[in-house]
């Protein structure tokens, strides 16, 4: 068994405009992750601890076999910087993003996927539909109430760069992801040459890597995740032959 933890923060040179110096600034990425492989050798079969008299013949199908695989374990980082929390302190916005939500139209039946409840969904797009021709940038009975994401900015500050207004980096952490893949295999020595057969199976756990989505916006999809980041479970059936 071989494993390895990587811990990684990542940084990029910005220079927003000439007269401002150049600055760091951190980008997201893959903060944790955690890798293995192993193999693991039977013990079943002629010359192994168990089945060690079996015959020949039978030792060719069910003695010698191995298992082995590897997974990985990550977690991704995401950030918003020119956006501000309203009604929710930091950890409150990251407890919410957790659990993701699935919705069953009952209408159609059809099954919709989402991060955060759904007061932050309709809130944060209110927040989002701004009218900067009224006094508090937004229409009269079109008002954002509860907790939500708004934009930076507003009546009293033009919002430019990260930092402007007295914003603050918003950083989350996505939820943790892990998949899998195995190999099955046996190796028959005949005459000179060597028969090898293997099954094979990627993401054997069918594992859904749900993205987050972290754009505030009036949009109507506003936080929906319309796809995964892994594959679906395949299998395959390997016969290699050497000499």
Not at 50 to 66: A, E
Request: hydrophobic share 40%; aromatic share 14%.
């Amino acid at each position: 068994v071989q494993g390895s933890y990587t811990f990684s923060r990542q940084y990029s040179k910005s220079l927003q405009e000439l007269h401002l110096p150049l600055f760091d600034l951190r980008t997201t990425g893959v903060p944790h992750a955690f890798k293995m492989i192993w193999t693991y050798d039977i013990p079943y079969g002629r010359g192994k601890r168990f089945g060690s008299n079996i015959s020949p013949w039978l030792d060719y199908l069910v003695g010698g076999w191995q298992f082995s695989g590897s997974g990985r374990v990550q977690i991704q980082s995401f950030v918003l910087r020119d956006t501000v929390l309203v009604g929710m302190n930091l950890d409150e916005a990251r407890q919410a993003l957790k659990n993701v939500r699935f919705v069953i139209d009952p209408i159609t039946g059809v099954t919709t996927v989402w991060n955060f409840p759904q007061d932050i969904i309709d809130n944060t797009r209110k927040a989002f539909n701004t009218d900067e021709t009224q006094p508090t940038f937004y229409a009269p009975g079109t008002e954002p109430t509860g907790r939500y994401f708004a934009p930076a900015g507003g009546p009293a500050c033009n919002f430019l760069y990260p930092g402007d207004c007295g914003t603050k980096e918003l950083w989350f952490l996505g939820r943790w992801f892990g998949e899998f893949d195995f190999r099955l295999a046996k190796g028959v020595p005949v005459g000179g040459a060597r028969i090898e057969v293997s099954a094979e199976m990627f993401n054997a756990m069918m594992a859904k890597n749900f993205p987050v989505s972290l754009s505030p916006s009036n949009s109507a999809n506003v936080f929906r995740i319309t796809s995964t980041q892994s594959g679906a479970r395949t299998a395959q059936i390997v016969f290699r032959v050497s000499w």
